[in-house]
């Protein structure tokens, strides 16, 4: 049992100390058994209460410490390497939660939060009492990284692990790479077209031995844990033969006579069972989509690289980390939103960019020319009704970019916005001035009273009560109504599943923490980058996707990786397999193993959390948390049922 105990009680600038009487804390704990100094700092995170803390601890030979702050998802790592600098086990160290816990929860009632922090500290005190030293458990780790999606910010991660020493296995699901970029003509703030930064990064990969690109690919089955995952990967065919003759299947393409709606125009256009999404796309050979194919055969009378007889393989990879890059989808507005699917001049703006790029000298949908475009904003971004009420912050920025480019290429066209205030930042700030001096017109609502868009006769008529001119009514007769539409997480999100990645409010996948671990999930060897964590736009997801190759590297590069040894462990004498602790295991940590002929639970210290949610399932209390015994928790208990 500790006895001479160091307590840390902060004031966070006034987070705390406004609704907590720290003073009043400090005086209640400095008696506590075991306590051997009792101290109040403005911020106990600052250099200078840490360096404080570590000449405590030396010059007073503590052998546990309390911090009572911030959360500890904030500040624990800080705090833990504070007294690991003074010589301690870090494991010897507790933190207490009291600004998120009591005084932000309750910061209506200072007596009442007060004597809710004392109780916190002084279970927090129990608790250091019992804590032990405790080394971190080794694991070997696997020198290879798969990077699933292989759109930009997947290419880049992956050259940034090759260029490291690094073996990637970069797993692309559809039969081409690039992803939504290669959709994407002039680029904001380069002019670089998508298929010219896709061309780059691709050749860049190509460069690389390091790299293996599997495309027309998906992860189906994992097992494992960071430094050592096996992933199952499905590979479905071409049906076509990698050296081929291009005239013939040039002619291929033309005698096929399947047309369905493509997908890569969003719909727009159509193309052939046999395909390509345009000549240059990466890799250069086309596939055979063999969900609508008919065989009839017309492809393998003109071509000799048809190959039918291609089957599904199955490859098993053994990595140390997972990269999960699998970007974003467009939102589709509900049919008769802004009069989408119901008025046949309404397009997204994902379809609009497909239009641009279609047409040359004339803008022309629907064989009618194009005079007056009428830009809606907001749609499935920013929500009062409905799921996505974040805001998708690209869209402002693209579309403006894209309506200079229509009056670039199309002079007499008119651009007309209707917005929800312009969110164009820094730099972008100069595209929406290009766009001023180009005389486009801006008109702005609030998000309660969108604009409407009405089928009268032969027109369609777009009508806002404009805020700038103070709620007039204004309407414009629109030739085409483009819906700026948002981000939205992948509707597909099965390997999100396969590998637990929790998501969050908005359903794209969720970091642990945004500011001080943005690209780790909860899920140990797994991060995340680019637009799969969230909306952004190219700059970011390279930013991410750089961050997030970072930080997997540093887990497997050294070989060894030290995981936390606050786990479950299970007294074999007192188990007797029941499999309940497995039921339980969101982490399928557990597995039933003989010992000496008797059938009891294992835990796979790689994979477990320490989350305890198999320990109260337990039915003969065989199953022990390491740096949460009972003693320790039943210690917190009695202080906070104490009544003083």
């Known amino acids: 049992m500790k006895k001479k105990i160091g307590v840390y009680i902060c004031h966070c600038g006034g987070n705390i100390s406004d ?59 800080t705090f833990r390497a504070a007294v690991e600098r003074a010589g301690m086990n870090k494991y010897n160290y507790v933190h207490a939660n009291i600004r998120e816990q009591v005084s932000w929860a309750h910061s209506d ?15 927090a005190i129990a608790k250091v009492r019992y804590a032990h030293s405790l080394e971190p458990v080794k694991v070997e780790a696997v020198n290879a990284v798969a990077v699933i999606g292989a759109g930009v910010a997947g290419m880049r991660a992956a050259i940034e692990f090759a260029e490291a020493g690094t073996d990637v296995y970069l797993i692309e699901r559809e039969h081409f790479v690039g992803g939504r970029v290669s959709q994407w003509d002039n680029l904001c703030t380069t002019e670089e077209t998508g298929k ?58 033309e005698v096929c006579p399947v047309v369905v709606p493509d997908e890569f125009n969003f719909n727009i256009t159509n193309r052939k069972a046999i395909y390509h999404n345009y000549p240059s796309e990466y ?42 890059a699998t970007g974003f989808d467009p939102y589709e507005p509900k049919k008769g939103e802004f009069g989408y699917g119901e008025i046949d001049n309404v397009v997204t703006f994902p379809q609009f960019k497909r239009i641009v790029h279609i047409c040359d000298k004339e803008l022309i949908y629907k064989d009618k020319k194009i005079k007056n475009v009428a830009y809606i904003y907001c749609v499935g971004s920013r929500q009062v009704d409905g799921e996505n009420k974040y ?10 970019h894209t309506a200079n480019t229509v009056k670039k290429k199309y002079n007499e066209v008119y651009n007309y916005h209707f917005t929800r205030g312009i969110r164009t930042y820094g730099k972008q700030e100069l595209i929406y001035e290009e766009s001023c001096k180009n005389g486009d017109i801006y008109l702005q ?118 995981l936390e040894p606050t786990i479950a462990t299970v007294d074999t004498t007192l188990c007797e397999w029941c499999g309940k602790c497995a039921e ?6 557990f597995e039933k193993v003989e010992i000496d002929g008797k059938t009891v639970a294992k835990v796979n210290p790689a994979v477990c959390k320490g989350c305890g949610m198999c320990l109260p399932v337990c039915p003969s209390n065989a199953l022990n948390l390491v740096g949460l015994s009972d003693e320790e928790v039943e210690s917190m208990i009695d202080v906070l049922l104490t009544h003083d």
């Open 109 to 123: 009632n200072k007596a009442g939060a007060t004597e809710k922090a004392v109780k916190v500290v002084k279970a």
């Open 196 to 253: 010219e930064l896709v061309t780059r990064l691709y050749d860049e990969v190509m460069k690389l031995d390091k790299v293996t690109l599997f495309t027309g690919a998906e992860v189906i089955e994992n097992s494992g844990s960071v430094g050592n995952f096996t992933l199952k990967v499905k590979i479905t065919p071409r049906y076509i033969k990698k050296h081929c003759n291009k005239g013939q299947l040039q002619k291929a393409i």
């Open 584 to 589: 339980a295991c969101p982490f399928d940590a």
């Open 391 to 400: 805001c998708s912050r690209y869209c402002c920025t693209s579309v403006i």
């Open 19 to 77: 609704y907590v009487d720290v003073e009043k804390v400090r005086k209640a704990v400095e008696k506590e058994e075991g306590v051997f100094l009792a101290k109040t700092t403005m911020f106990a995170c600052a250099d200078s209460n840490q360096k404080e803390m570590v000449e405590d601890i030396k010059e007073n030979q503590l052998d546990g410490v309390v911090v009572a702050s911030c959360s500890p998802k904030l500040h624990l790592l």
């Open 445 to 562: 609502s609030f998000e309660y009273d969108p604009p409407k868009v009405e089928k009268k006769g032969d027109k369609t008529i777009v009508t806002i009560e404009d805020v700038l001119t103070g709620k007039k009514e204004l309407s414009v007769e629109a030739d085409l109504v483009v819906l700026v539409t948002g981000m939205v997480p992948r509707k597909d999100n099965s390997i999100g599943n396969l590998l637990k990645i929790p998501r969050g409010r908005d359903k794209f996948f969720n970091e642990i923490h945004m500011k001080l671990r943005p690209v780790e999930t909860v899920i140990d060897g797994v991060t995340i980058a680019g637009a799969s964590q969230g909306p952004k736009n190219i700059m970011e997801s390279m930013n991410s996707a750089l961050s997030a190759a970072s930080k997997s590297f540093s887990l497997i590069s050294s070989g060894e990786l030290d």
């Open 283 to 324: 890799p250069h050979l086309p596939v055979i989509d063999i969900k609508n194919c008919t065989r009839c055969g017309a492809c393998e009378a003109v071509c000799e690289s048809i190959d039918f007889s291609q089957k599904a393989e199955t490859l098993t990879l053994r990595v140390g980390s997972i990269l999960l």
